[in-house]
């Protein structure tokens, strides 16, 4: 059997599960040699919060047979929580970093062209956490001597549901010219050109956009008209 069930299930992973789940779901359901984290009729639904390319064989495997739903959590609200060596909170802060749906295309950059697959969805869970952190010298030196211990939901404020290359268009912020590039995409979003590349790739490679040409700049793509 494949996969991990319940035993080493983290936090933010088990809650997320519990959120989401409905009257008649099923959950940890062995399936075709994999253990699924909810079944929900016909249709197949895994908490991912991290590491898409993990899932490849569970795609390979299942994906032609059963509708699959992954579900994402992006924390736009993130609170660091920092413990002594006994376990007590001993310091809590915002973190002035704020994710946006967008940065799902970080994992959905392994392989794009699954929203082109009419079995695969995408649920991005938008959501408040806090990133507990532990002491330990020894791995923790580019942390002030903590490292990420786990993440645990505050809370789900929205969810984007992506069913096709074109939901991903709703990444895109307002202001954009026809005629963009990574540049322009990562202005307009304030975020990262590396990230902005990311997006550009999942909605050329998804279908949801089409390549212009090229110019110094780099690559030009043009809005769907």
């Avoid at 040699?33 to 249709?43: H, L, P």
Wanted: aromatic share 6%.
């Amino acid at each position: 059997m494949h996969d991990i069930g319940t035993l080493n299930e983290k936090p933010l992973h088990a809650s997320l599960k519990e959120w989401y789940r409905v009257s008649g779901d099923r959950v940890e359901v062995p399936t075709d040699g994999f253990v699924v984290d909810i079944v929900r009729g016909e249709m197949l639904v895994e908490i991912q919060t991290k590491g898409f390319s993990s899932m490849r064989r569970k795609f390979d495997y299942l994906l032609d047979s059963y509708p699959m739903r992954i579900v994402h959590p992006i924390a736009v609200i993130k609170w660091i929580v920092k413990l002594d060596s006994d376990g007590k909170e001993i310091s809590r802060r915002r973190s002035p970093k704020t994710g946006i749906a967008a940065d799902v295309c970080a994992e959905l950059v392994s392989f794009p062209s699954l929203l082109s697959h009419p079995n695969f969805s995408l649920d991005v869970a938008l959501i408040e956490e806090d990133e507990v952190r532990k002491p330990d010298v020894k791995k923790g030196r580019r942390r002030g001597g903590y490292v990420i211990d786990e993440r645990r939901l505050v809370d789900v404020l929205e969810t984007i549901n992506i069913h096709s290359p074109k939901d991903l268009l709703t990444f895109l912020p307002s202001g954009l010219p026809a005629v963009f590039t990574s540049k322009d995409l990562a202005d307009c979003m304030g975020r990262t050109r590396h990230l902005a590349q990311e997006v550009g790739y999942c909605l050329r490679v998804s279908g949801a956009i089409q390549i212009k040409g090229r110019d110094k700049r780099g690559i030009l793509y043009q809005l769907p008209g």
